[in-house]
């Protein structure tokens, strides 16, 4: 099938990537590349455009302040989130270690992980004095909700999942973790990275209580992020860190602070890293969530079919995985995988993916995993393939 007709403008959606002319990028789950509109973005933010926000008074930063906030209010609609709820970090990594050092519910300090979190929903609550109970996955490679429902109870402060697996693609019922948490007084955070760049989110009818992401992997650049935190939370919960740009009064005896979000933003932020992620947002709404969502589940569905057909290959997730195809090759290390791939122009991460815990599940030290993005296509399926038949024939 081709691929191509279900996202109209897919060709157009790929020659709009200067980074991967001639290139089969299936790597957008580590980091995605970067549309023309946001690379003038931000050329235009340094070289036309540039000053600091918040402080300036002559107009251009006064200007750069508009467009400062203009982005915090993109990044927060974009999750169906307000603005004055929502605080640019510099990266998911960030958002969790916020909140994991200065979230508190009571005297809980146990916290609900799953099998499949990446390391950064889990050594932030390590480093914060967490104790951690681990839900199972289903067979399929789910996180298992029937056993998150038996285990949760009320020393936990906090449930912290994954909205999609980096590794498995799976996609959760974000809803019924609100609700498994809400019952027993704990709260939700959804680790967003993988879910803000291939679905529709809203927060509000999802019902949870913090949501990270990542402007990295939704096209934009590096150094900026965000968590979204529901306002009577965050009100409650003191400063990350001290500076500049979050302070009230301050004298050597007493400092006051602002509200959120500013009272988590101390020093000069990353203005360029705002502009840019606004930029992205306004490109990934151009195209459509929901259309770049129904690409890649179409590219996936492909994609595992025609892994399937070949018998020296094993794959890792449910079937309706989003966006994400994890596999191994019989007698073949994934990092071998992934150099022959790379000769053959087609760029796939091979590793643990910063899933460990995972990997040790799965029983393997690693697996190679192909990721799409809104430019992918047929053409890098066939290119993946054709590569793995040569990694067959040279491991033999
Ligand atoms: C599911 C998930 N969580 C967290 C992260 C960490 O994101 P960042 O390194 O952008 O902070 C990643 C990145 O690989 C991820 O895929």
Not at 111 to 124: G, Q, Y
């Amino acid at each position: 099938m081709n691929v191509q007709t279900r996202l109209n403008s897919a060709v157009s959606v790929r020659d709009q990537f200067p980074a991967i002319a001639g290139w089969h990028y299936l790597d957008s789950a580590a980091t995605a590349q970067k549309p023309q509109a946001v690379i003038d973005a931000i050329t235009n933010a340094y070289g036309r455009d540039y000053a600091t926000v918040h402080r300036g008074v002559y107009e251009r930063s006064a200007a750069m302040t508009q467009s400062f906030e203009a982005a915090r209010a993109a990044a927060a609609s974009l999750i169906g989130g307000d603005e004055s709820e929502l605080i640019f970090t510099r990266g998911a990594t960030e958002a969790i270690n916020l909140v994991a050092a200065t979230f508190a519910n009571g005297n809980r300090k146990r916290v609900l992980l799953s099998a499949l979190e990446h390391h950064s929903n889990i050594v932030p609550w390590q480093l914060a004095g967490y104790a951690i109970d681990v839900v199972p996955l289903t067979d399929d490679g789910r996180i298992d909700l029937d056993a998150a429902e038996k285990m949760a109870n009320e020393s936990h402060a906090i449930v912290s999942f994954a909205h999609i697996s980096n590794v498995l693609g799976s996609i959760l019922d974000a809803k019924r973790a609100a609700a498994i948490a809400h019952k027993v007084g704990a709260k939700l955070l959804l680790d967003g990275c993988q879910a803000a760049p291939r679905l529709p989110i809203d927060v509000a009818d999802i019902g949870c209580d913090f949501y990270v992401y990542s402007g990295h992997k939704l096209y934009g650049p590096t150094g900026i992020g965000c968590l979204w935190g529901r306002a009577d939370l965050l009100d409650a919960m003191p400063p990350y860190q001290g500076g500049g740009a979050m302070i009230d009064q301050v004298t050597f005896e007493r400092t006051t602070f602002l509200d959120a979000p500013a009272r988590f933003e101390a020093g000069t932020p990353h203005i360029v890293g705002a502009i840019g992620l606004h930029a992205a947002i306004d490109w990934t709404n151009s195209i459509g969530i929901d259309r770049i969502h129904a690409h890649e589940a179409a590219l996936t569905a492909d994609c595992r079919t025609a892994l399937l057909g070949l018998n020296f290959v094993t794959l890792y997730g449910p079937e309706d995985s989003a966006g994400i195809v994890s596999f191994s090759v019989d007698g073949v290390h994934p990092h071998d995988i992934g150099t022959i791939l790379d000769d053959e122009g087609v760029a796939v991460r091979a590793g643990h993916h910063c899933a460990q815990p995972l990997m040790e599940l799965l029983g393997v030290p690693a697996t190679a995993r192909a990721s799409f993005a809104a430019h992918s296509d047929a053409s890098d399926i066939e290119a993946l393939v054709r590569g793995l038949h040569t990694v067959k024939r040279i491991f033999g």
